[in-house]
C-alpha cells in the first residue's frame, strides 16, 4: 500500500504561486484503519454519530458532513448556474453557522459554483470558513477566478491538498487518497479529484469526486482492500466513465448515492453503471428521486435517511418522481445499513459459495422482541451459476424452534436495501418447522413461499435480514458477510 507522507501545502491566490512547507495547524498523516495480523482492520469503537448529507442540487453535487462534536466539512458547493443557492439554502435551514473545512474537489465550475457565495456570507454573515482544501489545479473560468478572488477579499487559508495529507476532524479519521504527486492524466481536473475517506467506528464513506477511470485505477493499485466503505458517491455523478467494476469490487459498497439532475443532460446515471450496480446488488440512492439524502452513522451502523421515498434497485430508480433541487422537507429514515461493516476484509472465499449455515452461531443476530422463536437457519445468497437466471435458489429459511406455532400474516422481510416481501395473511409456522422463502417466482406450500422479484434481492458480498412484524415490531435481524 503507497501512503507517503505529504504535507498540505499553501497556495498563494495570487498567480496560484505554490509555497513549499507544510501548513502548522494542520496535522500529517493519520493513516488508514489499523490491520491485525491476518491483514483484517481493527475498529476502535466510536464515539458520538457523524451526519453526511448528499444535498439535492441538480446535475452537480455537494456534501456536507457535521462531527460528533459538531465539526463541519463542506465538499463542493453546487453549479455555477445558482451560484451556490441551493447549499446556501441548506446550509441556513439546518443552523450550520461556521464552515471548518471548505474542500474543492476540483475546479470544474460544476462543482465550485457556490464557492464565492459560500465564502461572501460565511466572512460576512456568519462565524467563517477554517481553511479550504484544494487539489492545485485552475481553471480558465469565470467562476473559478470569482472563487478565488473571495479567497483573496477575505484572506481565507487555502491550502493545497493532495494524497497523503488528512484533515482533522474530531474523533473521526479524514483521509486524503488523492490526488497523487505527479498528478495523473496530464493534470486533468477529474482525474486528480481530492478522494476522501471518512471513518467512524466501524463505518465509512469514500468521496470520490469526478475521479473516472484513471484515478479509480491509481487507487486500486495504491490501497487495495483498504479502499472498502459502507457508503460511495457514485464519481462523476454516475458516469459510465467511473464506477468501474474493478472500483466496486475493491470498495464493496453497501449503498451508492449519485448526485445528478433528473433530466441531466448528459444522460447521468448512465445505464452501464446502473447495471454494474444491479450486477451487484448495490442499493442506489439518488438525489433526483430521493431528494436530500442524508446518512447517519453511530460508528457500527448507517441509518439511510431520505425526503422521498424512491426506487433503489438501480434498474428502476428513473422510475421514482423527480424532486426539484432546493426543495424543503424533513428527511425519513428508510433503512439501516448492517451493524458493523468488516472494512478491508481480506479473508479468503470460504468455499460456502454464499450459503450460512446455523446463522444463529455463525451471524450477527440481534433479537429485538426476546419473546420470538423464530431464526434464520440458513441464507443462501449465492445462487449456483447467474443469480439473475436462478432467482430460485437464492433463499432465506426461517425457522420456528419454540413450542408454539407463530401466526406471519402480514409480516415482513426486508433487505439492507428496504426491498421487502410481505407473508400472505393465514400463513403459519408450526412449531419446530422450516419455511424456505425463494426471491424467484413459483407458487406457494406450507415450506416454500416466492418473493416474486425479478432480479436478486440478497447482496452476496453482506446483508441483513429483517424480520418485522404486523404491527410494525423488528423482531429479528440476522447479518452476514
Known amino acids: ?41 481493527t475498529v476502535e469503537a466510536a464515539n458520538g454519530t457523524v451526519e453526511v448529507h448528499y444535498i439535492n442540487v441538480g446535475q452537480s453535487v455537494s456534501t456536507l458532513v457535521v462531527g460528533p462534536e459538531g465539526e463541519t466539512m463542506l465538499i463542493d458547493t453546487g453549479h455555477y448556474n445558482d451560484d451556490g443557492e441551493y447549499v446556501l439554502e441548506y446550509l441556513r435551514r439546518h443552523d450550520i453557522t461556521r464552515i471548518d473545512h471548505l474542500v474543492t474537489s476540483h475546479n470544474d465550475a460544476d462543482h465550485i459554483g457556490g464557492n464565492a457565495a459560500v465564502i461572501e456570507y460565511y466572512e460576512t454573515e456568519a462565524d467563517g470558513i ?32 493532495r494524497e497523503g495529507d488528512a484533515l482533522s476532524f474530531g474523533d473521526v479519521d479524514v483521509d486524503v487518497l488523492g490526488p497523487p504527486e505527479p498528478y495523473l492524466e496530464d493534470e486533468a481536473r477529474n482525474e486528480n479529484s481530492i478522494v476522501l475517506k471518512l471513518t467512524h467506528g466501524g463505518t465509512s464513506f469514500l468521496l470520490s469526486g469526478d475521479a473516472e477511470d484513471d484515478q479509480e485505477a491509481y487507487l486500486i493499485d495504491a490501497y487495495g482492500a483498504e479502499l472498502r466503505s459502507t457508503v460511495l458517491k457514485a464519481g462523476h455523478h454516475g458516469s459510465s466513465s467511473s464506477s468501474s467494476e474493478p472500483f466496486l469490487d475493491a470498495v464493496q459498497p453497501r449503498a451508492i448515492v449519485v448526485s445528478s439532475g433528473y433530466d441531466s443532460q448528459y444522460g447521468h446515471p448512465h445505464e452501464e453503471v446502473l447495471q454494474r450496480l444491479s450486477d451487484r446488488s448495490i442499493p442506489a440512492y439518488w438525489t433526483a428521486t430521493h431528494g436530500d439524502v442524508v446518512l447517519v452513522s453511530d460508528g457500527s451502523g448507517v441509518s439511510v435517511q431520505t425526503q422521498r421515498d424512491a426506487p433503489t434497485d438501480p434498474r428502476a430508480i428513473r422510475d421514482g418522481e423527480p424532486i426539484e433541487p432546493g426543495t424543503s422537507g424533513d428527511v425519513v429514515e428508510r433503512t439501516r445499513l448492517g451493524d458493523g461493516p468488516a472494512e478491508g476484509d481480506t479473508d479468503a472465499d470460504d468455499g460456502t459459495d454464499g450459503e450460512a449455515d446455523d446463522a444463529a452461531d455463525e451471524n450477527e443476530t440481534t433479537a429485538t422482541d426476546p419473546g420470538a422463536a423464530l431464526e434464520v437457519a440458513t441464507i443462501n445468497a449465492d445462487a449456483e451459476g447467474d443469480d439473475r437466471e436462478n432467482l430460485i435458489d437464492e433463499y432465506v429459511v426461517f425457522e420456528n424452534a419454540g413450542d408454539d406455532a407463530v401466526d406471519l400474516s402480514g409480516w415482513t422481510v426486508e433487505d439492507e436495501a428496504g426491498r421487502s416481501y410481505e407473508f400472505p395473511e393465514g400463513f403459519t409456522l408450526e412449531a419446530g418447522a422450516t419455511v424456505t422463502l425463494r426471491t424467484g417466482s413459483g407458487t406457494d406450500t406450507a415450506t416454500e413461499l416466492y418473493w416474486g422479484s425479478g432480479s436478486p434481492v440478497w447482496n452476496n458480498d453482506g446483508d441483513t435480514v429483517i424480520l418485522t412484524a404486523d404491527d410494525g415490531e423488528r423482531v429479528l435481524e440476522v447479518s452476514y458477510e
Open 1 to 41: 500500500m503507497k501512503r507517503p507522507g505529504g504535507k498540505l501545502q499553501i497556495l498563494l491566490t495570487v498567480g496560484i504561486i505554490l509555497l513549499a512547507g507544510c501548513a502548522g495547524a494542520v496535522p500529517g498523516d493519520q493513516g488508514l484503519a489499523d490491520s491485525d495480523a491476518n491483514g483484517n482492520s
Open 130 to 161: 477554517g481553511a479550504i482544501y484544494d487539489p492545485g489545479i485552475a481553471a480558465s473560468t469565470q467562476t473559478y477566478g470569482e472563487y478565488l478572488d473571495a479567497v483573496e477579499e477575505h484572506d481565507v487559508t487555502l491550502y493545497e491538498t
